[in-house]
């Protein structure tokens, strides 16, 4: 069952792999930002980590919102609150207390809707929603349908890796990359690379918990 008690471990794994990947995130969003994007999220994983056991013990509209309100105070810059913005939209859209897939799906494209909005941004425009777009809309497709949920979080992975290369020759404009307007070219966006590496972590900890016994 996807129930909240899933959310330290969940949070502790995506600590781990943006730590792992510093380094190179830096570098990306040091050609094409202004450097600081995985400063910002360890600001905002640091003040989870520091609420996980509460978030726990919550459904999941509750975390969800306090998700977004945490995220909202604790992290600066852009995707700061296009990510506050999306947990913030999801616990609207969402009443459950166990998550399955087709009203997950529902909530999660209106969340995607709302950061859209939030960013005045598309998808084809070098950010992080050329990796949350295409996942609404792999997730929307399948939602309906009879479905094995281990070959659906295999899919996703695939998905964001597919969306976050995607934006290597996209030309940026939207944030601060767009400044350099060619110059972005051939260089992936550091916010759709660590929306990618979270959401293939996300799946690696719902699959070792899909193989463990209830
Ligand atoms: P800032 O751009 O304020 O320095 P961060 O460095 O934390 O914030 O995040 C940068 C990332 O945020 C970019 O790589 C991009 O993916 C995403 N981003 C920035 N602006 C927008 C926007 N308007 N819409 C969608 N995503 C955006
Ligand atoms: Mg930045």
Redesign the pocket.
């Known amino acids: 069952m996807i129930t909240t008690h899933l959310l330290p471990q969940i949070i502790t794994a995506i600590v781990a792999v943006i730590e792992n990947n510093a380094e190179e995130v830096t570098q990306l969003?040091q050609i094409i930002?202004?450097g600081?994007?995985v400063t910002?999220?360890q600001r905002g994983l640091e003040a989870l980590v520091l609420q996980q056991d509460e978030l726990s013990l919550l459904d999941w509209p509750k975390a969800w919102q306090k998700i977004g309100m945490i995220l909202m105070s604790s992290v600066g810059?852009?995707?700061?609150s296009?990510y506050a913005t999306l947990f913030m939209a999801l616990s609207k859209a969402s009443n459950e207390t166990e998550l399955k897939l087709p009203t997950f799906a529902v909530a999660f494209n209106e969340a995607v809707d709302a950061?859209k909005k939030r960013?005045?941004?598309k998808a084809g425009e070098k950010?992080?929603?050329d990796v949350y777009i295409p996942l609404s809309e792999y997730l929307m497709s399948v939602a309906n349908k009879e479905f094995d949920l281990q070959s659906i979080l295999n899919e996703v992975s695939l998905v964001a890796i597919k969306g976050m290369e995607s934006t290597r020759d996209m030309l940026a404009t939207?944030?601060?990359?767009s400044f350099l307007e060619e110059r972005s070219l051939g260089h992936i966006?550091?916010?759709?690379k660590t929306a990618q590496l979270m959401i293939c972590t996300i799946v690696d900890v719902l699959t070792k918990d899909l193989a463990t016994p209830a």
């Open positions: 969003d930002g202004d600081d994007h910002n999220l810059g852009a995707s700061g296009l950061v960013g005045k941004s950010t992080l929603l939207k944030g601060r990359a966006d550091a916010g759709a």
